[in-house]
């Protein structure tokens, strides 16, 4: 009897332990559309129960309410209803023939945007080097998108304004094209414009002149050679020039230099410019000068120099030495060597005499086509020259075989008694006739410590001989011997009082 009972009630609840389902067809979980009107399909069933009626659940109200209901029995039913661009939830809830209901386990959600693209941007030709040009609206082809990005403009700056316009910029020289994308985008939602091609179309630049042209010298009858391409260039194309003067002309000999030549009979100073041209666009260059001088006023001197004599400083002296050349209206180059070392490209150099030594200093200058030269011969605490006398009987001496001052290193000529031909190199100096290289400050403080180290130990090795060194006489041995006192004759014996 308890058996039977027990399995009524079991029976009584089955309806209740086993609920009908439902399904949530379309919209998917977290729909994304620019639709407002929405298609819902969901499905409800039950194994032992029928459908009575299914109703449509969304928050489009702010809280999830009945929006629609199905009531003719059908386990798959559909609601089309319209949103307003946003974020919702939806379910359905299904009630069964014997009352129960059933929802899906979870809402779905589905998100409604305003971005939308339409239409197709055209292509684009824009000139080589033009300024920014606006080429169209964005908002003709996109609703309603937040922001814009853009691919595929690799030498083309694509920029857009406030009013959503798109300008566009190209490299500077760049011509060629590019396939260009726009998108719009809206949160996590966007969309692509058609593919579109940015044309930069060649235009003939302009040549320019990079840097003034300098003045320029030469003689009589005698052509020189100008490197052009330092002054002047063109992006596109080779160029050709002209001058403006009937007293010259020039023959372009490459790419990259041009030769002026002068007529020939003419000579004197002209001012000048260059003009380089494509064959359409020009250039001009400043003006400068061309100096052509005659057979006569061709040859360069110095005329004069500072100081006129050789010298002996003491270490730590300064001196300033100058030259004063002629002039011929030419470019002048300077050139200072210390024994055979450049130390200078001005007028003037000034000598510290920081080291011992016989240095032998140069000064030449040149206009391009002659050169003239000025040397001093200089003693630094040295009395092996002391006088111009010295000096110049070095200048004048000579033998058999060798002859100073001919630049000729002879047999017999060593740098004290030659310095004019027997110049030490650099890092040496002159030390009694030969070229020895320069001690250190380093290497003097190593050769003292030395030094001193071999005088203390000196100093011990004698302290040790006097003072430590063992005698060799052996030591006496002493002998006790026992000696008789006697008390002396008044002794008084106090004890027994005599």
Sequence with gaps: MKKVLLLGIFLLFIPFAISGSVTLNTPIENNITNATSITFSCTASDTSLSVTSIALYTNES????????DSTGTETVSFTETFSVGNYLWNCLATFSDASTAEATSDNTFTIHALNYAGTIPNQTIAEDSSATTAFDLDTYFTNARY????????????????????????????????????????????????????????????????????????????????????FTDIDSELNYTINSTSFTINKTSSSSITIIPHPTFSGTKQVTITATDGSLTATSNAFTINISSAEESVLTIESYSPEDNLTLETGEEQEFEITPSTDGGTLTYLWTLNSDNVSTSSS?????????????????SNGNTTDSKIWTIIVGSDLITTEEEIRSILSESSE??????????????????????ICPSGSICTNGTCQEKQSALTGIIILALVTIGIVIIGILIYYVISVK???NKPQQFQYRAATISPPANFTDFYKKK
């Design 62 to 69: 702010g809280s999830m309410s009945q929006v629609a209901i």
């Design 148 to 231: 814009y990005t853009i691919q595929g403009n690799y030498s083309i700056n694509l920029s857009i304004n406030s009013n959503n316009e798109v300008l566009i910029t190209p490299s500077t020289n760049y011509t060629g094209t590019q396939t260009i994308i726009i998108s719009g985008h809206f949160n996590t939602v966007s969309f692509s414009s058609n593919p579109f091609l940015v044309n930069i179309t060649e235009v003939n630049d302009n040549p320019y002149l990079i840097t003034d042209i300098l003045n320029q010298s030469s003689t009589i009858n005698t052509s020189f050679t100008i490197n052009i391409n330092q002054y």
């Design 349 to 365: 150099y000034k000598f510290t005499a920081e080291e011992e030594g016989t240095y032998s200093l140069v000064a030449t200058v």
């Design 401 to 422: 075989n060798a002859v100073c001052g001919n630049g000729v290193a002879e047999s017999g000529e060593t740098c004290s008694t030659c310095t004019l031909d027997v």
């Design 470 to 472: 063992p005698t060799k």
